[in-house]
């Protein structure tokens, strides 16, 4: 049972780079998230998905973007890498926000740009 | 104001002690309420949903004040294991949308010690 898996697990990037991360999930969930840890941050949520082709913005959305074509996949993308999107980024998934419900995290993608 | 905010901590407790972790949420719509413990450079894991009566799983204890817009968890006969990061974790229309999103507070490190 995978869960939910992220790909890739670490990478570095150039300044100006571009890459995509990918998020997949086997549980059939309906929401899925991005977030970003940064130390003395805690988890801030990039972009939200609550169901298949629907995308929203969460807190710190700006320079990335995020595609949900089909309901397992959630990719998050860096159009041109800064060194201020260096972060450990999650993947998480959950049936539904409401009373007891579980979100499942990935591993994380530690991301370099230098 | 953040939306969801804990106690900067860190906390270094003996084995044996009771430990407290409180944590405030601002959106009063907010309909769920979680706390995740996260190990170092590992994902967040549930630990314990949060019921508007308070709950308890074993050494751990969950309170919730909806009046007053507060969550805690104490933790009861800690163990070396204990020792990780908490983190509060709320759920609400933040950002805007229709539906919720599951906004984390920053975290407190607790360290047990033999």
């Known amino acids: 049972n995978a869960g939910v898996t992220q790909t890739p697990k670490f990478r570095v990037l150039k300044t100006g780079q571009s890459m995509t991360l990918l998020c997949a999930q086997d549980?059939?969930?309906?929401?899925m998230y991005w977030y970003r840890q940064d130390p003395g941050m805690g988890l801030r949520l990039i972009h939200y998905?609550?169901?298949?082709?629907?995308?929203a913005k969460g807190e710190v959305p700006d320079g990335y973007n995020v595609s949900r074509l089909k309901k397992q996949n959630f990719l998050l993308g860096l159009e041109s890498a800064a060194p201020s999107q260096t972060s450990v980024y999650f993947c998480?998934?959950?049936?539904?926000?409401?009373?007891?419900?579980?979100?499942?995290f990935g591993q994380g993608t530690r991301l370099t740009v230098v | 104001r953040k939306e969801v905010e804990q106690d900067p901590g860190p906390f270094n407790v003996p084995e044996g002690a009771t430990v407290a972790f409180n944590c405030t949420y601002s959106?009063?719509?907010?309909?769920?309420f979680f706390w995740y413990r996260q190990d170092c450079r590992k994902e967040p894991k549930l630990l314990m949903s949060?019921?508007?009566s308070g709950n308890e799983d074993g050494r751990f204890t969950a309170q919730l004040n909806r009046a007053s817009q507060y969550i805690s968890l104490l933790i009861r006969d800690s163990k070396l294991s204990d020792s990780a990061t908490y983190l509060c974790?709320?759920?609400?229309?933040?950002?805007?949308?229709?539906?919720?999103?599951?906004?984390f507070g920053k975290g407190t490190k607790l360290s047990v010690k033999p």
């Open positions: 998480a998934s959950s049936s539904r926000t409401g009373w007891a419900t579980e979100a499942f």
């Open positions: 549980m059939n969930h309906e929401y």
């Open positions: 998905s609550v169901g298949e082709g629907t995308t």
């Open positions: 959106n009063s719509a907010s309909q769920s």
């Open positions: 949060v019921y508007s």
């Open positions: 974790v709320v759920n609400g229309n933040f950002y805007g949308g229709s539906q919720g999103n599951l906004i």
